[in-house]
């Protein structure tokens, strides 16, 4: 089956600093998504991409399609305590139901 | 808004025993699914309901049913919980299938 490869699986900075982590496959979506999960709570939406190379972001996020369709980013600037949380990317091709990433941890040091 | 309302929150249950998670929706969506969610292992989408009327199988259907009771709930049935199925389980739905889903808060559920 489609396979997505999120990295990294978790990380530890700094309040303040931009974080950066992605999604790969070997196979062409034709959207990517990104979802943020808290503790105890369902993963929501934040970002939506549809596009080849659309750039979109909402509020400090930023997410890319890869001009490539197998890739997509999620950057954060300036992260803050509330940011703390799961990060899953998903993609879907026609036809097929939404593949999730593993998950990137993000825990940040105040 | 409700969104995505599961019920119950969390559950104990023996091996052996039979249980039915319960979803419902006041989005007026179309599609509705089926995840467990197990650590490290992101989401894994059980069964989906593209529209009322219909189900398919996900990615893991063993030892799992479901039923589209009309266009706002979905329901998940273990008939034999094992130990195996431990894990937390969340009920999406999305506008019409393959659109971005959204999420409810989960039931989370022990088989001892």
């Known amino acids: 089956g489609q396979q997505l490869n999120q990295s990294p699986q978790s990380m530890f900075i700094q309040e303040g600093e931009d974080v950066s982590m992605n999604c790969t496959s070997s196979?062409?979506?034709?959207?990517w998504l990104w979802y943020k999960q808290d503790p105890g709570e369902g993963p929501v939406l934040l970002i939506a991409?549809?596009?080849?190379?659309e750039l979109t972001s909402n509020g400090r996020l930023t997410a890319q399609f890869g001009i490539t369709r197998k890739d997509s980013f999620l950057n954060i600037s300036a992260s803050i305590p509330s940011d703390v949380g799961i990060y899953f990317c998903?993609?879907?091709?026609?036809?097929?139901?939404?593949?999730f990433g593993a998950g990137t941890i993000l825990r940040v040091k105040s | 808004n409700a969104g995505v309302t599961q019920t119950p929150k969390f559950q104990v249950l023996k091996t052996g025993q039979s249980m039915t998670l319960q979803c419902a929706q006041d989005m007026n969506h179309n599609s509705m699914y089926w995840y467990r969610q197990d650590p490290g292992m992101g989401l894994r989408l059980i069964y989906y309901?593209?529209?009322?009327?219909?189900?398919d199988k996900g990615e893991v259907p063993n030892g799992y049913n479901v039923s589209r009771l009309n266009k706002r709930e979905f329901s998940l049935r273990l008939e034999s919980a094992a130990p195996s199925q431990t894990s937390v389980y969340f009920c999406?739905?999305?506008?019409?299938?393959?659109?971005?889903?959204?999420f409810g808060d989960g039931t989370r559920l022990s088989i001892l």
């Open positions: 309901s593209a529209s009322e009327g219909t189900t």
């Open positions: 196979s062409i979506f034709n959207t």
């Open positions: 991409l549809y596009k080849a190379g």
């Open positions: 999406a739905s999305s506008k019409i299938d393959n659109q971005p889903q959204h």
């Open positions: 998903a993609g879907n091709q026609y036809g097929n139901k939404l593949v």
